[in-house]
């Protein structure tokens, strides 16, 4: 059994991923609001994958028995100066999300909670990829400056990523 403080801190990270999860959507719908579709779209996905994230950790948290608190997600940013503040956002977020889960991971690596810490190096990996992705948008922002054709290649490829599939549920049966 998983014990408090690390429950705690599982519910914790759950309600940072649901909250990432509906800042990129409110990033998606502010490019769809000035008309950049693609990044709109790329955002829209990682919206999804991180609510995939939030459900990893619940289903995880449901399959040892302990007990998922929801708590309430804040309001979003709706506005932005610009389309790269955006991508700024989004790796800050990376950044802020990466360290949440090293202390997580500290604490369950202090609490003993062995099958914690297995399944948040399956986070930890994934935080890597997600920084360097949104860092290397910000620098392709950075290039592309005030180009409008430039921007629009950029759109055009942001626009072809697809989400990921949908979070597995817990395995059936008693968990200890
Ligand atoms: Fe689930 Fe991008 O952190």
Known sequence: M?????????????????????????MSAYCERVNFRGCANWLRAQSQEEYMHGMKLYNFLVA????????????????????????????????DVSRRIDALYELAFR????????????????QVEE?????????????????PSAMLDLDRELGTRIAAGPAEAPAEGPAG
Do not use: H, M
Not at 111 to 126: D, N, R, T
């Open 64 to 95: 040892r028995n302990g007990r998922v608190v929801l708590r309430d997600i804040k309001a979003p940013l709706a506005d932005y100066v610009c389309l790269p503040q955006v991508f700024e956002q989004a790796l800050d977020q990376e950044l």
């Open 2 to 26: 998983l014990s408090q403080v690390v429950q705690d801190a599982l519910n914790d990270q759950i309600n940072t991923e649901f909250y990432s999860s509906y800042n990129y959507l409110a």
């Open 131 to 147: 920084e360097r992705t949104a860092r290397d948008i910000v620098a392709k922002f950075a290039l592309v400056k005030d180009d």
């Open 111 to 126: 609490e003993k909670a062995f099958a914690a810490l297995v399944e948040l190096q399956w986070f930890i990996a994934e």
